[in-house]
């Protein structure tokens, strides 16, 4: 339980949560713009 409360590891659960969310949501609509893919093909 002490590991929780050190900040080393709030930064690195913190870095994931960025590195998660930019594959998820950012990369997939840049792949999408970059082809010229409607909108409706991209979110699919």
């Known amino acids: 339980?002490?590991?929780l409360?050190?900040?080393g590891n709030w930064l690195s659960g913190l870095q994931w949560l960025f590195?998660?969310?930019t594959n998820?949501?950012?990369i997939?609509?840049?792949v999408g713009a970059a082809f010229e893919?409607?909108?409706e093909r991209?979110?699919?």
């Open 24 to 26: 998820i949501v950012v």
């Open 1 to 3: 339980m002490k590991e």
């Open 28 to 30: 997939p609509i840049t």
């Open 37 to 39: 893919l409607p909108q």
């Open 5 to 7: 409360l050190q900040p």
């Open 19 to 21: 590195f998660i969310f």
């Open 42 to 44: 991209i979110a699919g």
